[in-house]
């Protein structure tokens, strides 16, 4: 195919899109950000004292570990997402010295709380988000906490472009399982031709979502995720208006 054509092929497949799905964390929402931003706080509001206010940088890097391997767990559903939330503090504080319980469960308490408030959002989110709710339908589907996800978007002033939510709570399981991308487009209303997903997730969001036949956009963050395959790739998120305006 010559480059004309296929520079018009390109351009009659973006216009058929109606619906546009997009991840919440790390896609739109400063995910890495705000929570960095919130477990500064909570350690210095808690635990400077105990644990000295130079091991911050330390108790942050065992907490994002724990974390990690928590949430692994919970994708899995070896464990419920109030033990994700409870254990990824008791563990941490455990590593560090402190085997006090009930300031675990004030963390937890404190983090679900305070996090969400924080608005950091990716650079061009609103911008972009401004423009293509113009053209299109926009949805969000994400495996984050009901309760955390919704004040997030409300507090981030970004809630509004958007004609749905859907959470893995809500669809009954997380990215990258096949149901939770029929349950949003069902919710949504929309057709799988006409719609597509956009994230920065290579499991969860990419092949998630083409398992089931979504176009995809891989928003990518870490080279060594390249290899993916991927409707379209970009590297910030304003290259999106490039691709659909």
């Not at 890097?61 to 994700?84: A, D, F, P």
């Not at 997380?174 to 719609?195: D, G, R």
Request: one cysteine or more; charged letters at 25%.
């Amino acid at each position: 195919m010559c480059l004309l054509c296929k520079s018009f092929y390109c351009l009659l497949l973006m216009k058929r899109y109606k619906d546009l799905f997009f991840d919440l964390d790390d896609t739109l929402w400063d995910f890495e950000r705000n929570s960095e931003e919130t477990l500064k706080e909570l350690y210095h509001r808690f635990l400077a004292q105990e644990l000295g206010e130079e091991n911050c940088t330390l108790f942050l890097s065992t907490y994002h570990r724990i974390n990690e391997s928590l949430w692994n767990e919970y994708k899995l559903n070896r464990i419920k997402k109030t033990e994700v939330a409870y254990l990824r503090f008791l563990y941490t504080l455990e590593e560090s010295g402190s085997n006090n319980v009930s300031l675990a469960r004030i963390l937890a308490e404190e983090y679900i709380r305070s996090s969400p408030t924080k608005t950091n959002l990716i650079p061009g989110a609103t911008e972009v988000l401004e423009s293509l709710n113009r053209e299109y339908k926009l949805h969000i589907i994400t495996n984050g906490f009901t309760e955390v996800q919704i004040p997030k978007l409300l507090n981030s002033g970004i809630r509004h472009y958007f004609t749905t939510l859907t959470t893995s709570e809500e669809a009954g399981c997380l990215k990258p399982c096949s149901q939770i991308f029929s349950f949003a487009l069902e919710k949504a209303k929309a057709q799988i031709n006409q719609s597509l997903m956009i994230g920065d997730d290579p499991e969860g969001d990419i092949r998630g979502a083409r398992q089931i036949g979504l176009d995809t956009v891989f928003f990518v963050k870490d080279s060594k995720n390249l290899q993916i395959e991927s409707t379209y790739t970009i590297f910030e998120l304003r290259e999106l208006l490039q691709i659909l305006s």
